[in-house]
């Protein structure tokens, strides 16, 4: 058995929990965004105080399962952005601190997070065709058809989700913990949030599919930088 082949699946594995993780925080992301944005609506619609404060409650709840699932995925995606070759200077451990460190966590993550999709970016390696047999092939026709290949090059705003998360990180302190009675304060801040979760939701999905993308160029073409993967991990 070749010895290229475990590390190929090892790493093809790891590229799987990653996308499953980038999923599950864009599933936690869009769910906790859309019940924080119904907040400020149950404020306008005058509904009693239990009721905003069980839908308050929820929202946090759903933000928190989000926060948690987009640091595993931040630590497995650093992770894998270095087995699949690219140039990182900060390891998974140091990406997930950036997150947390406070006064740090309003600069250090975009930095982070550009360097990830830098990283992750697929383009430098050869795209070799992939066929596939015709089901029903006719005369003018050959046996075989290309296969297109998934695409990758996604729109990650960076820039813009991280700057609209730190507003509204601020806004909310200057706010007040809680949930804001006050319509007119209430929903800005949680339209703010909803379109930070879209753009986070943009952001992911980009660096994951570059992930997905630089892995399969990797094993369709195993090159000098393979080989190169395959002999740092044996040695480790």
Known sequence: MSETGPSFAQRRAAVRLASLLARASVVAVAAAALVDAAVPSLAAWQADRATRLGVGTSALVLWS?????????VHRAVSNARRLGGTLRWGPG???VAYVVPVVSLVLPYYVMKALHTASDPSALDDVPVFRERADPGYREGARELVAPPRWDLAAPILAWWVLFDAVTLSNRFAGA????TWWVACPLACGRLAAGVLCVLVVRSI???QRERCRRLEAAPGPLVRTLERSERAD
């Open 65 to 73: 399962v989000a926060a948690v699932l987009f640091l595993f995925w």
């Open 94 to 96: 140091t990406a997930v």
């Open 178 to 181: 809680g949930v804001v009675s």
């Open 208 to 210: 994951d599919a570059r």
